[in-house]
Nanobody
Framework: QVQLVESGGGLVQAGGSLRLSCATSGRTFSPYVMGWFHQAPGKEREFVAAVTGSGAYTYYADSVKGRFTISRDNAKNTVYLQMNSLKPEDTAVYYC??????????????????WGQGTQVTVSS
């Protein structure tokens, strides 16, 4: 059973930073793409960032490029999302996710098979 547990969310002022973590268990971590999504109230779950199994390649939504950085530590089975220059529009529940197969790098929620429970990020103006 693959399990993902996010942490690190909270309340921050605009312009501030947060670092989210997602610890995984239940299978070998390193071969699989990891992604971060966010979902604001009344909106669909949206792609934020993804990283390949080795960590060599990263992908970002246009809205977060230059502000957010995704990374992973395969020795700790953990993926991170460093969020800088936060804006009120970044307010959402943030979810980490992973895939069942090793050869895909999805950028839509339907492409991911396993999800964490989410962590709330609130950015005040």
């Amino acid at each position: 059973q693959v399990q993902l547990v996010e942490s690190g969310g909270g309340l921050v002022q605009a312009g501030g930073s947060l670092r989210l973590s997602c610890a995984t268990s239940g299978r070998t971590f390193s071969p699989y793409v990891m992604g971060w999504f966010h979902q604001a109230p009344g909106k669909e779950r949206e792609f934020v960032a993804a990283v390949t199994g080795s960590g060599a390649y990263t992908y970002y939504a246009d809205s977060v490029k230059g502000r957010f950085t995704i990374s992973r530590d395969n020795a700790k089975n953990t993926v991170y999302l460093q969020m800088n220059s936060l804006k009120p529009e970044d307010t959402a529940v943030y979810y980490c996710a992973t895939v069942r197969h090793t050869m895909v790098v999805p950028r839509v929620a339907s492409g991911y098979d396993y999800w964490g429970q989410g962590t709330q990020v609130t950015v005040s103006s």
